[in-house]
């Protein structure tokens, strides 16, 4: 078991080298316009937790999660030669629903804002 600090190194180093990834050696057109938001690996760093999102939506999370889980292996050898570990964690790949939420409670903010402009004139 390793320390709560480690684990949350080794989760900056894994997002740093799989968004790099995601930008220069991921061909697969399910993963374009995906960008990694957050990774968790767990305390016996048996299993890593990547949080994902793209711009267009909940519309491509399937289809996004799909491809994840498609190229799993591949990511994970690849992870494996930049990030020295024993044995590297197995990826779980999740949707981050969070900038979604964010955008929309901007709009709702927005929306305020202008209902409080119109009132004051």
């Not at 390793?2 to 968004?19: D, H, P």
């Not at 399937?62 to 197995?90: N, T």
Request: proline share 3%; aromatic share 8%; with cysteine.
């Amino acid at each position: 078991m390793v320390s709560e600090e480690r684990s949350s190194r080794i989760a900056q180093r894994v997002k740093e080298e799989l968004s790099e990834m995601m930008l220069f050696d991921i061909t697969d057109p399910r993963l374009s316009g995906v960008f990694i938001t957050h990774v968790r690996v767990d305390r016996e760093l048996a299993f890593a937790s990547v949080f994902v999102s793209c711009l267009e939506g909940l519309k491509r999370e399937k289809e996004i999660l799909e491809g994840f889980a498609h190229a799993s292996g591949y990511l994970r050898r690849q992870l494996a030669k930049s990030v020295q570990l024993r044995s590297f964690p197995k990826l779980k790949f999740y949707w981050d629903p969070i900038p979604e939420n964010a955008e929309r409670i901007d709009k709702l903010i927005d929306s305020l804002n202008q209902d409080n402009k119109d009132d004051d004139k």
